[in-house]
């Protein structure tokens, strides 16, 4: 499995993704059920990234231990903590947000320090008070505790909101009445909730098309449970226990060798890895030092899911004209990845001090050159 330090460092896929949606165009749903003790929180992630993993890091140095939704390049999607918060984001919602300069700027991804240090919906909330967070600008995030507590937090009519939860259940995204009908009907016609009723609704309001719901997850709140379903296959589900996946140190799960009767989704990542190569086919023209065609983002995208798709040499060189193009301590940060990753550890060392120059203060570098200096000498002994 591949180094997990890095990901506390990039931005999360949706949020690349929101800047080249329509308006009012909700991939994902994001959703909420507390009834009879039992707190499950589920989301459909719509997107057009079929090479999706789920990993786990474990509590450290007074951190929570925390599960993760998202791509092999370590993007977060959505996650679950083992004091039972919950987030995700869905994108679509056009804004006039900007930053306040009541409100703090934050080095890093904000909703890492949300889920590292909050046990609650309401310190989750209380952060996104204290920080600017530009995602705010085209979505909203959803939280949810093991109190049974939701809250649907964006930018709205020119002020920061929390819409919480009124009646023991939450949706919000694509198809979300749908999602909110159904809810309602669990909870007036049962006198307890499961994951089956969650999956249900989540097979009611999944995505086909460009962005078609790539995986599923359903978080018990209460106990750290797990359930997963791969590219709107809800006849097979796996099951993880956060818990006893901490115990196992940091590490990450590619989601598809966990469903092989999943024929779509084998089909779904050829069909995307081509794409890819032939993304980087059109693009490699330019690598001699043209001028690329695409901006620092679409460039960043490409470079990471070449990544994702193990595709390293190729992904270096995207990500190398990256940090050519947009010489800035992120464009470096992710070439010394794509080193890593690529098994040229030197390199990474040599990138991740390029880090430095631009942003002395970057604690993730600092630990990463320690960590693979640390990896050649004990190759040495």
Not at 183 to 212: F, M, N, W
Not at 252 to 260: E, H, I
Not at 284 to 297: Q, V
Request: aromatic fraction near 12%.
């Amino acid at each position: 499995m591949k180094s997990l330090k890095k990901e506390a460092r990039r931005l999360p896929l949706w949020l690349f993704l929101i800047f080249a949606l329509p308006p009012q165009m909700f991939p994902c749903l994001i959703l909420k059920i507390a009834h009879g003790n039992v707190v499950l929180a589920g989301n459909n992630e719509d997107i057009d990234n079929p090479l999706s993993k789920i990993w786990f890091e474990p509590p450290e140095n007074g951190k929570y231990g925390i599960t993760y939704f998202g791509y092999t390049a370590n993007y977060p999607q959505g996650g679950m903590n083992d004091q039972g918060l919950f987030f995700d984001g869905v994108a679509g919602y056009k804004t006039d947000w900007k930053a306040s300069p009541q409100r703090l700027d934050y080095e890093g991804v904000l909703f890492r320090k949300i889920m590292e240090e909050c046990a609650t919906v309401e310190e989750a909330v209380t952060v996104f008070n204290t920080y600017n967070f530009s995602a705010f600008q085209r979505a909203r995030m959803f939280l949810a505790d093991r109190s049974g507590a939701s809250a649907i937090v964006g930018w709205i009519d020119g002020e920061l909101t929390s819409i919480r939860d009124t009646g023991n259940f939450q949706a919000v995204g694509f198809k979300e009445e749908t999602a909110l009908a159904m809810l309602k009907a669990v909870k007036d016609g049962q006198k307890t909730v499961s994951a089956d009723d969650v999956q249900a609704i989540l097979e009611a309001c999944h995505q086909e098309g460009r962005y078609p719901t790539q995986y599923s997850n359903i978080c018990d709140l209460k106990n750290n449970i797990v359930y997963m379903y791969l590219f709107h296959d809800y006849s097979t589900v796996v099951k993880f226990d956060a818990h006893e996946e901490y115990q196992k140190g940091k590490h990450d799960y590619p989601l598809l060798p966990f469903f092989p009767n999943n024929v779509k989704a084998r089909e779904a990542r050829k069909i995307y890895g081509q794409t890819l190569l032939d993304s980087f086919e059109k693009l490699n023209s330019h690598i001699d030092g043209t001028p690329a065609p695409w901006g620092r983002s679409e460039l960043t995208r490409l470079g990471l899911r070449l990544l994702d798709y193990q595709e390293y040499q190729k992904a270096v060189a995207v990500l190398k004209l990256t940090a050519e193009r947009y010489p800035e301590w992120r464009s470096y940060d992710n070439l010394a990845y794509g080193y890593e990753m690529a098994g040229d550890i030197e390199l990474a060392i040599e990138t991740y001090k390029k880090v430095l120059q631009f942003d002395t203060g970057n604690e993730e570098a600092l630990k990463s050159i320690q960590e693979l200096e640390s990896r050649i000498r004990k190759k040495e002994r």
